[in-house]
Structures are given as C-alpha cells and as structure tokens.
C-alpha cells in the first residue's frame, strides 16, 4: 500500500509467514538478513536506548514484541525494515514490515 503526493509519502508492505522452525531460528536468519539495511536493533530487549531526536537514526522507540515474542528493526527512521517473530506450536509466526515514510517533520507527526 502506498500514498505519494509532491511533500508527502507512505509505503507500507507486511507478509505474515508460518514455518515450522523455532523462533530462534528464524530470529538467526533475519538478524544476518537485516544487517545489510544497517544496524540491527533487537527491540526485545529492554536495554534499547533511544537515538536523538533530531536524528534519522532508527531506534525502537515504543515497539515491543508481543508477550514471549522477538522484535528486531533496521534501517532509517525513513525506510524501516521489522521482522516480528513469534512462537507457534513446534514452529513460528513471523512477519516482514517495511514502512517507508517522505515528507517534512511537521507531516511525519501526523502519522
């Protein structure tokens, strides 16, 4: 889904996925996979520290992982990458975000 005009832009693309892997597995894959984005942050984990805000540096702000799940995020305040994985019987649920955001920060703190 996406909205572009001549100041402002929104993309937002999500696929939810099943596998039969364990969540630490598939946390091991997309953690190498999102490193070429930049670097990865595990928001499971409370110890996270918020960049500054004047920064383009992503930080996991106020995102959490659902009870018992994992959280991780890459890339740039302007073009996020979010894997959020969860167990699922023997297996996980997982799902792929990418939210791409353009506009000035007035725009921004409408979303």
């Avoid at 909205?3 to 894959?29: Q, R």
């Avoid at 995102?63 to 894997?83: I, M, R």
Wanted: with cysteine.
């Amino acid at each position: 889904m996406g909205i572009w005009g001549s100041t402002f832009g929104f993309k937002l693309a999500v696929m939810k996925l099943e596998s039969n892997d364990a969540p630490e597995k598939i946390a091991e894959f997309y953690k190498k996979a999102l490193a070429k984005y930049g670097a990865v942050l595990n928001c499971s984990e409370p110890s996270q520290k918020p960049s500054a805000k004047d920064s383009n540096k992503l930080d996991c702000g106020d995102d959490k992982p659902e009870k018992g799940g994992l959280l991780f995020k890459a890339g740039t305040k302007e073009k996020q990458h979010l894997v959020a994985i969860q167990a699922n019987g023997q297996g996980s649920l997982f799902q792929l975000v990418y939210v791409e955001a353009r506009g000035d920060e007035k725009d921004k703190k409408a979303l």
